[in-house]
């Protein structure tokens, strides 16, 4: 009998061991399943923070009505060149519309750029670097879009091209259109290069 009772208590006791790890996994699965509910609810936050922040900024329009989001994905499109002056630092991008023209020979083989074509000057302060083992100047603080878009019935009356500027605040990261900025703000400046349909950098060779 006595026999019977300790085989009892010692099946009682695995059983307990056998549930107390199970509980023990279940509870680490709990646990691992709720940090990747978390993380991924950061990430969506994250994801849905940047997608508001270029929505607002492709909300925009300038004085004349240009609208910011003409120009969406610039970010992302090629460079065309890139030009310094003592305070700033420029870099010229082209949608892929233009960058074919430019590849094809636009301007320097006579024809204009065609219509829905669009380059975007980036631009930057910029400050010496304190990394490099030379002396060179790296861009700092953002501070402008300067736009431009190829649409001949919409700006007949400078040369075809519509301009528009966007500013950049560091401090509250959001641009704001330029209110100086009407769609041929930028037509008598371009004028010397009218020539070149009215765009002064060619694209580099790289």
């Not at 680490?28 to 940090?35: D, N, Y």
């Amino acid at each position: 009998m006595s026999e019977l009772v300790a085989k009892s208590v010692a099946q009682e006791h695995r059983e307990q061991k056998i549930e107390a790890r199970t509980s023990v996994k279940r509870i680490a699965g709990l646990t691992v399943s709720a940090i990747a509910i978390a993380v991924l609810a950061v990430l969506g936050v994250g994801a849905l923070y940047a997608q508001s922040q270029n929505s607002d900024k492709y909300s925009l329009k300038s004085p004349s009505g240009i609208a910011f989001s003409d120009f969406r994905g610039y970010e992302d499109w090629a460079d065309v060149s890139s030009a310094r002056t003592d305070e700033i630092l420029k870099v010229i991008v082209a949608n892929p519309t233009m960058i074919k023209a430019f590849k094809a020979g636009v301007p320097g083989n006579g024809q204009s750029f065609p219509e829905g074509s669009m380059i975007v000057k980036l631009q930057w302060k910029h400050k010496k670097s304190t990394e490099a083992p030379f002396v060179v100047e790296v861009p700092d603080v953002f501070s402008q879009a300067f736009v431009m878009e190829k649409d001949s019935k919409r700006f007949p009356k400078s040369g075809g091209w519509g301009y528009a500027v966007f500013n950049y605040d560091p401090a509250s990261d959001q641009f704001t259109p330029d209110a100086k900025s009407p769609s041929d703000c930028g037509y008598a400046c371009h004028t010397p290069v009218k020539a070149k349909d009215y765009i002064f950098h060619p694209y580099q060779k790289r």
